[in-house]
């Protein structure tokens, strides 16, 4: 089965950037709709971003103007700038995939952690 694969997270001082990626393990029929969550401890998950087929990008409040979403091919990546303490948290990847000769259904990653230090 093929799984979504997260890299990019660590530790980060106030202030700084970070850049997350997600991708496939292996090749796969289509990828739709791709998005980044996060859950930080005691908090519900919550949408990050999401970009859309077309290219439009949808953005939770708190990361608007900070956090950029992107994808190039069946990758994706969230390129975070000005991290603040309430960043912190795991972040996972998600995506509507097919995979060949299955149903397309959505796939989630494991979760890449960014915390937010001095």
């Known amino acids: 089965q093929v799984q979504l694969v997260e890299s990019g997270g660590g530790l980060v001082q106030p202030g700084g950037s970070l850049r997350l990626s997600c991708a496939p393990s292996r090749s796969i029929y289509s990828m739709k709709r791709m998005a980044w969550y996060r859950q930080a401890p005691g908090k519900q998950r919550e949408l990050v971003a999401e970009?859309?087929?077309?290219?439009t990008t949808n953005y939770g409040d708190s990361v608007k103007g900070r956090f950029a979403i992107s994808r190039d091919g069946e990758v994706v990546y969230l390129q975070m700038n000005s991290l603040n303490y309430m960043d912190t948290a795991a972040y996972f990847c998600?995506?509507?995939?097919?995979?060949?000769?299955?149903?397309?259904?959505?796939?989630w990653g494991q979760g890449t952690q960014v915390t937010v230090s001095s």
């Open positions: 998600n995506a509507d995939m097919t995979e060949y000769g299955r149903l397309p259904r959505p796939y």
């Open positions: 970009i859309l087929p077309d290219g």
